[in-house]
């Protein structure tokens, strides 16, 4: 089957091959090989560096106006491409060929964003106590990036890095996902080909624990940008603090729903279920603990398992699949993992419960009742198709449960009272609270957690502020 050819970007230029390490990339659903990837060396990354400092002395005194027109020239392409990137994405990470192309598509709208909004980073004039003085602020970009993004969304988590840097007028060296590559190659195609110049952006890959610690450690790199779990995104933000490097870290939850009693209990039973299995489950902002009022609960569970029960699971090409594998082999042990504290811990598997046949990663859509708040379910975020529901009695008990782990990403609730909707949204330690809605990662909006779900927001009029330094002028 056709697939992406796979390669390091670095200076302008697709490198691949010259007796490089390479790895193999997995299709989740049949385990065949679908390509090689060749792994940076040392002298890639050097090069890579190289590039990226020297472009960042003419990158950063282009014109806003030059920089948006490359953005909104890769918001075209992408769109014209979304159907053979969106394939490839499919083929190695296993989504849904709708929601690949899905994926594809709504960032078109990420790059428009960007090309607009950097139009507009903008300075100010602070009166002066003397009438002789002139105090100018200005917004300078920081610098050389370096930016790791994760297979979930391999093509959005990369472009909305890579936009947020370079429309700033900083260059960047990212280092994508190697269990599913093609959407970042796919991208620094699309970004020569609507006339990035050379150095810009650079794309490397490799052994990522080796790459980010000499991309973070180098005295050219200003900031990192990380997406991915909370234990990495520690390491990475304390290794960055050590060489005093600015951060933005968009890490994992462990997002809480809030179903009360006055609720529409089974139309949310059914949105949940269905956006629950989006992506397999494996979604950062993804509903992750159910907690349903007393009264709600019974027809609640019932709509819920019913749904979760009905979904199509299969190969993400084949028509009517509604979900497909899980990325890679790590999220099935991780799965089983889950399942059998669950069963120590008193859990009742209500749907599912286990992997699908033996030949690629499918694992069943599964409830589990009855877990104690304590339990790894109830407690780490599961990124997959698991999902724990338990009971609440009032809006106090229900708010402690919450906010009770150390993530702080998106919450759900479901209620039809504003004032109970008013005391949930002001009293939930969450970067984004969804009423009786799901409207998250739009190009306009900003994107982001708290605690140790992370630091920093992408898009929205946010989207700049990790990219740019802070200049003071003073004059007479
Ligand atoms: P992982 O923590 O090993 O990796 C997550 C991502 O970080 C991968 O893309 C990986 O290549 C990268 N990574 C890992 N170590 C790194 C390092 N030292 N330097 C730079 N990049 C590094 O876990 P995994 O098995 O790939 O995924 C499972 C967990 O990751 C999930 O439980 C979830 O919490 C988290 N995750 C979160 C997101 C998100 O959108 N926030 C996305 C993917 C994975």
Same mark, same amino acid.
């Given at each position: 089957?056709?697939?992406?050819?796979?390669?390091?970007?670095?200076?302008?230029?697709?490198?691949?091959?010259?007796?490089?390490?390479?790895?193999?990339?997995?299709?989740?659903?049949?385990?065949?090989?679908?390509?090689?990837?060749p792994?940076?060396?040392?002298?890639?990354?050097?090069?890579?560096?190289?590039?990226?400092?020297?472009?960042?002395?003419?990158?950063?005194?282009?014109?806003?106006?030059?920089?948006?027109?490359i953005?909104?020239?890769?918001?075209?392409?992408?769109?014209?491409?979304?159907?053979?990137?969106?394939?490839?994405?499919?083929?190695?990470?296993?989504?849904?060929?709708?929601?690949?192309?899905?994926?594809?598509?709504?960032?078109?709208?990420?790059?428009?964003?960007?090309?607009?909004?950097c139009?507009?980073?903008?300075?100010?004039?602070?009166?002066?106590?003397?009438?002789?003085?002139?105090?100018?602020?200005?917004?300078?970009?920081?610098?050389?990036?370096a930016?790791?993004?994760?297979?979930?969304?391999?093509?959005?988590?990369?472009?909305?890095?890579?936009?947020?840097?370079?429309?700033?007028?900083?260059?960047?060296?990212?280092?994508g996902?190697?269990?599913s590559?093609?959407?970042?190659?796919?991208?620094?195609?699309?970004?020569?080909?609507?006339?990035?110049?050379?150095?810009?952006?650079?794309?490397?890959?490799?052994?990522?624990?080796?790459?980010?610690?000499?991309?973070?450690?180098?005295?050219?790199?200003?900031?990192i940008?990380f997406?991915?779990?909370?234990?990495?995104?520690?390491?990475?933000?304390?290794?960055?603090?050590?060489?005093?490097?600015?951060?933005?870290?968009?890490?994992?939850?462990?997002?809480?729903?809030?179903?009360?009693?006055?609720?529409?209990?089974?139309?949310?039973?059914?949105?949940?279920?269905?956006?629950?299995?989006?992506?397999?489950?494996?979604?950062?902002?993804?509903?992750?603990?159910?907690?349903?009022?007393?009264?709600?609960?019974?027809?609640?569970?019932?709509?819920f398992?019913?749904?979760?029960?009905?979904?199509?699971?299969?190969?993400?090409?084949?028509?009517?699949?509604?979900?497909?594998?899980?990325?890679?082999?790590?999220?099935?042990a991780?799965?089983?993992?889950? !399942?059998?504290?669950?069963?120590?811990? /008193?859990? @009742?598997?209500?749907?599912? =419960? $286990?992997?699908? +046949?033996d030949?690629? &990663?499918?694992?069943?859509?599964?409830?589990?009742?009855?877990?104690?708040?304590?339990?790894?379910?109830?407690?780490?975020?599961?990124?997959?198709?698991?999902?724990?529901?338990?009971?609440?009695?009032?809006?106090?008990?229900?708010?402690?449960?919450?906010?009770?782990?150390?993530?702080?990403?998106?919450?759900?609730?479901?209620?039809?009272?504003?004032?109970?909707?008013?005391?949930?949204?002001?009293?939930?330690?969450?970067?984004?609270?969804?009423?009786?809605?799901?409207?998250?990662? !739009?190009?306009?909006?900003?994107?982001? /957690?708290? @605690?140790?779900?992370?630091? =920093? $927001?992408?898009? +929205?009029?946010?989207? &700049?502020?990790?990219?740019?330094?802070?200049?003071?002028?003073?004059?007479v």
């Amino acid at each position: 089957m056709m697939y992406q050819d796979l390669a390091l970007y670095i200076d302008g230029e697709f490198v691949s091959g010259g007796g490089r390490r390479e790895q193999d990339v997995i299709n989740p659903a049949t385990q065949e090989v679908l390509g090689k990837l060749p792994h940076a060396t040392t002298a890639d990354l050097d090069r890579a560096l190289a590039a990226a400092q020297r472009a960042f002395e003419s990158w950063k005194k282009t014109s806003p106006l030059e920089r948006s027109g490359i953005l909104r020239r890769v918001a075209e392409l992408t769109r014209t491409r979304a159907r053979e990137i969106g394939r490839d994405i499919t083929l190695d990470q296993g989504k849904p060929l709708a929601e690949a192309i899905g994926e594809v598509t709504i960032c078109a709208e990420h790059a428009e964003w960007h090309a607009e909004e950097c139009r507009r980073i903008y300075g100010r004039v602070i009166p002066p106590r003397n009438p002789a003085v002139r105090q100018i602020v200005v917004r300078e970009p920081i610098g050389v990036c370096a930016a790791f993004t994760p297979w979930n969304f391999p093509f959005n988590q990369a472009i909305r890095k890579i936009v947020a840097a370079i429309g700033a007028g900083c260059t960047l060296i990212l280092k994508g996902p190697e269990d599913s590559p093609s959407a970042v190659v796919a991208l620094a195609r699309l970004f020569h080909d609507a006339g990035l110049p050379p150095g810009v952006l650079n794309i490397v890959w490799g052994v990522p624990g080796e790459i980010s610690t000499y991309l973070i450690e180098s005295p050219i790199v200003r900031k990192i940008s990380f997406t991915g779990s909370v234990p990495v995104g520690k390491q990475l933000a304390a290794l960055a603090g050590a060489h005093m490097k600015r951060v933005t870290m968009e890490l994992g939850g462990h997002s809480p729903v809030i179903v009360f009693d006055d609720a529409d209990i089974e139309p949310a039973a059914e949105m949940l279920a269905r956006f629950k299995l989006r992506n397999a489950g494996q979604v950062c902002v993804s509903p992750t603990r159910f907690y349903v009022q007393e009264k709600a609960y019974d027809k609640f569970l019932a709509r819920f398992t019913e749904v979760i029960g009905s979904i199509k699971v299969g190969n993400g090409l084949d028509d009517g699949t509604q979900m497909g594998p899980l990325a890679h082999e790590r999220r099935i042990a991780s799965m089983e993992q889950f !399942l059998d504290n669950a069963s120590q811990r /008193g859990g @009742k598997v209500v749907a599912g =419960g $286990s992997r699908i +046949g033996d030949k690629g &990663f499918f694992f069943a859509p599964t409830v589990v009742t009855e877990l104690p708040d304590d339990s790894m379910l109830m407690t780490e975020e599961p990124f997959g198709p698991v999902a724990p529901v338990t009971r609440f009695k009032d809006t106090e008990e229900v708010l402690r449960r919450a906010n009770s782990l150390p993530f702080g990403l998106a919450s759900y609730v479901f209620t039809n009272s504003l004032k109970t909707a008013h005391q949930v949204s002001n009293g939930l330690e969450a970067g984004m609270v969804n009423i009786n809605h799901f409207g998250m990662a !739009l190009s306009e909006t900003p994107f982001g /957690g708290i @605690k140790d779900s992370g630091i =920093g $927001s992408e898009g +929205g009029q946010e989207t &700049f502020d990790g990219y740019l330094v802070t200049k003071f002028i003073t004059q007479v």
